[in-house]
């Protein structure tokens, strides 16, 4: 098992902070909500083709759970702990453990103050969230890097009519998860965690920062960033592990991004966009892009249903050397909103190299049942991968994943 570096250093240093103030404040206010949910549940991955690399597994299966609690005061400030661990059958470094959110608000009059590890978001795209950079991406739980590592901050958010100003403190750096020798969805060479090496001097204490200002002006929602700090995006170069193998080691630079998303409501048309501006990772700045739309037809076939039909541009002006698969690429997806009882959903999409045949698709479903349980089926296919495609690698990694979730 995996336990992600200074994770317990998190906890010792912080944590015993943030209890004594969630101590103090359960004595001195009234507990107005104690709340105990999350979920548990079990997932199989299944692989259509036999796996290329050496040591991988053809198959896996998991354990997951979730729990969560929270705890609100009479005046709105707030105390939220959820804890996350999976255990795998093929790949050890999939088995970890991490704090998504343990965190405290301060709910003042004028302002609010969140201290603790926390989940933030930004962005607006489909495919691609660029401008998402305070969380490190936890790869080894899916590779649409949507699912995000709990990030030690300090975040301080004001609201006036001029738009919202949000100021980040990041003490503590998350290293990016990475599949292991026996995991898939991997490339040849296998990431060596354990030898990541920092151009800052102060390594994972680097204090990195950052600020979000947004603002709604009528039916437009735009929001300006910058973050100076530690890359969240490692640079991979080659070396050897203690027995002269060759590995990938990760490299984490110190940059600055600049970062705008954008997005515009009209009748049925939801238009997005999101860019960035980076200098510091590798020789060069570069400047990327998502941006598209999505226009939803509502009650098709004379149902209760909804249809969007999402359509998205991707551009990274690298080219070839681009640390993403997504640097000249079109995407296409349909998503069905069933509107039932159950939530039922499902999103099916096609990401299209402009340059060469590489394409992928994807097929992201869910349905509860009954009151407790939701079941999840995702599949991933990669199609025409030439050698120079960032994905080709994984030309054998077409998956069928099933989750099935307990929610209490």
Known sequence: ??????????????????????ALNFSSRTATAHEFSGFVGGEARLFANSAIHPGQEDHSASLVAQPEYYHEWEDGSSFIFVPFYRLDSADEERTHFDLREFSYLWLAEDFELRLGVRKVFWGVTEVVHLVDIINQTDLVE?????????????????????GTLDLFMLPFFRERTFAGPNGRLRGALVVDTDRAVYQSAAEEWHTDWAFRYSKFIGDWDVGVSHFFGTSRDPTLTPGTDDNGNPVLIPLYEQINQTGLDVSYVFGEWLWKLEALYRSGQGSEDYFAAAGGFEYTFTRVFATAMDLGVVMEGLFDDRGDTATTAF??????????????????????????????????VFLEASRRFGDHWKLSVELRAFFSQPESDFLYDQRADDLMQAELNYYF
């Open 1 to 22: 098992m995996s336990f992600q570096y200074g994770g317990f250093r998190i906890i010792f240093k912080y944590g015993v902070c943030f209890l004594l103030i969630c």
């Open 142 to 162: 899916n590779v649409d890097t949507e699912d995000k590592l709990g990030q030690p901050m300090v975040n301080f958010s004001m609201t006036r009519d001029w």
């Open 327 to 360: 640097e000249n690429d079109i995407a296409m997806a349909l998503r069905l909103t069933v509107n039932d009882a159950q939530s039922s959903e499902a999103l099916f999409g096609l990401v299209q190299d402009v340059k060469s045949s590489a394409r992928s």
